[in-house]
């Protein structure tokens, strides 16, 4: 059974930072699957942050993640990570990582539609 499982999320305050991880487990192999980060705020769309590719070598990033955001991953550990810093009350959202197997390219759009394995999400609160 595929499962992934967010944590590191909580309260912070404004310009702090937040390192999230997502464990994976029940894929045979997990690096033939990109994995993203997604978020949504309440009354908003599920917005991709960040996706890295199967075997980490490629790395994309919307633009309100960029310079603040990094995405790792190590699948030896089955372990996916988003350090966020310089974090900003607009970053307050529910965090989410999913995994499929589709492309991780720079300038492509991150959209939930490419992705059908999710967690269950962590609260990030950002306080000014």
């Known amino acids: 059974q595929y499962r992934l499982v967010e944590s590191g999320g909580g309260l912070e305050q404004s310009g702090g930072s937040l390192t999230l991880s997502c464990a994976a487990s029940?894929?045979?192999?997990?690096?033939?699957?990109?994995i993203a980060w997604f978020r949504q705020a309440p009354g908003k769309e599920r917005e991709g942050v960040s996706c890295?590719?199967?075997?980490?070598?490629?790395?994309n990033f919307a633009d309100s993640a960029k310079d603040r955001f990094t995405i790792s991953r190590d699948n030896t550990k089955n372990m996916i990570w988003l350090k966020m810093n310089n974090l900003k009350p607009d970053d307050t959202a529910t965090y989410y990582c999913?995994?499929?197997?589709?492309?991780?390219?720079?300038?492509?759009?991150?959209?939930?539609?490419?992705?059908?394995?999710w967690g269950q999400g962590t609260q990030v609160t950002v306080s000014s």
């Open positions: 890295i590719s199967a075997r980490g070598g490629v790395t």
């Open positions: 029940g894929f045979t192999n997990l690096d033939v699957y990109a």
């Open positions: 999913a995994a499929d197997m589709t492309p991780c390219l720079p300038l492509r759009p991150i959209v939930p539609e490419d992705y059908s394995y």
